[in-house]
């Protein structure tokens, strides 16, 4: 198996310990790690792999690997799965893309619709999958179609016939393997106010110096998470000694920085 997919071009990775790609910096060893870098390359792995002995990986921002890490295999999409395109109003990008350069090819080319994404890390496979966004615009605004792998079938779904809700897109047992976001051609300075003003909401509120996945929790209709916490006193409740502060310096180098230079 190794043999074939390192032929086709995927890196195999033995005992890769999951700490090293999530950003809360926990997790054990996955029994393999294997990246995939084309198409021809998913379609062959597929057909080795049954799904239910991998999982789909994308940045890691919002995920808690066990200590004990994964009996399987992990998959992330690599290579032409982090490519990005644009005709006219529409990005195409890969599953694997990161949703930070997508924001920033928008915005370079005057495109609006995704400034509900601004500061969200990870790739747009990851954010389609949770539908990421904020309380009330969500990614899946902006989507126009996805294609995805399931049971060995590729397979392109719109919009209008997926089932996105509240961080939820359907998608969850497929893989997203691209994206096309429809966008509005508009006016830079508009967008520009709407990501600042996200951007300063996050930095007031989010530990960006520290490993974390941002907001955990889902809020549960017509309440706040972090209001309920609050009441029951358990903010800022710790148990255990939590990270080091060498491994949250890391963590901002990799991210906060990223986040801070790359998506303006
Ligand atoms: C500082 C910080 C702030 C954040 N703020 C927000 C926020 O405001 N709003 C918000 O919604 N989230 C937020 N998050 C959480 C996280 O960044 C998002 O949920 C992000 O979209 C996850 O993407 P990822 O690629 O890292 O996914 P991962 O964490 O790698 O995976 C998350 C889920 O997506 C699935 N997945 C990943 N890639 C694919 C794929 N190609 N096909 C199918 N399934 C896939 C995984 O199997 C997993 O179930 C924040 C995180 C951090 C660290």
Redesign the pocket.
């Known amino acids: 198996m190794i043999e074939l997919l390192s032929s086709l071009g995927c890196r195999v990775l033995k005992d890769e310990p999951l700490s090293m790609h999530?950003?809360f910096k926990i997790g054990g060893p996955a029994d393999f790690f294997i990246e995939i870098p084309n198409e021809p390359a998913l379609s062959e792995f597929l057909k080795i792999i049954p799904d239910d002995r991998f999982?789909?990986?994308?940045?890691?921002?919002?995920?808690l690997f066990s200590d004990e890490g994964y009996r399987g295999t992990i998959v992330r999409?690599t290579g032409d799965f982090k490519k990005i395109s644009i005709s006219r109003d529409e990005i195409l990008c890969g599953?694997?893309a990161l949703?930070s350069d997508v924001l920033k090819t928008a915005y370079e080319n005057d495109l609006t619709g995704l400034e509900c994404a601004i500061?969200?890390?990870?790739?747009?496979?990851?954010?389609?999958?949770?539908?990421?966004?904020?309380r009330d615009k969500w990614i899946s605004d902006a989507v126009k179609s996805v294609e995805?792998y399931e049971n060995l079938k590729r397979e392109f779904i719109s919009r209008e016939k997926a089932v996105f809700g509240y961080?939820k897109s359907g998608?969850?047992n497929?893989?997203?393997?691209k994206a096309i976001f429809s966008l509005k051609e508009d006016i830079k300075k508009d967008s520009l106010k709407e990501i600042s003003e996200n951007m300063q909401k996050?930095l007031e509120t989010?530990p960006?110096n520290m490993p974390?996945?941002?907001?955990v929790f889902k809020n549960p209709d017509g309440f706040s998470v972090g209001k309920l916490i609050e009441e029951v006193g358990l903010k800022g409740k710790c148990v255990g000694k939590g990270a080091g502060f060498g491994t949250s310096r890391k963590f901002y180098s990799k991210?906060g920085e990223a986040?801070l230079q790359k998506t303006f």
Do not use: K
Not at 119 to 125: E, F, Q
Not at 174 to 177: H, L, N, Q, V
Not at 212 to 215: M, Y
């Open positions: 999530c950003s999982y789909i990986l994308g940045g890691g921002t919002n995920i999409l599953g694997g949703l500061g969200i890390l990870g790739t747009v496979g990851g954010a389609i999958c949770g539908n990421a966004g904020g995805v961080r998608f969850e497929c893989i997203i393997s996050r989010q960006l974390n996945v941002g907001s991210y986040l």
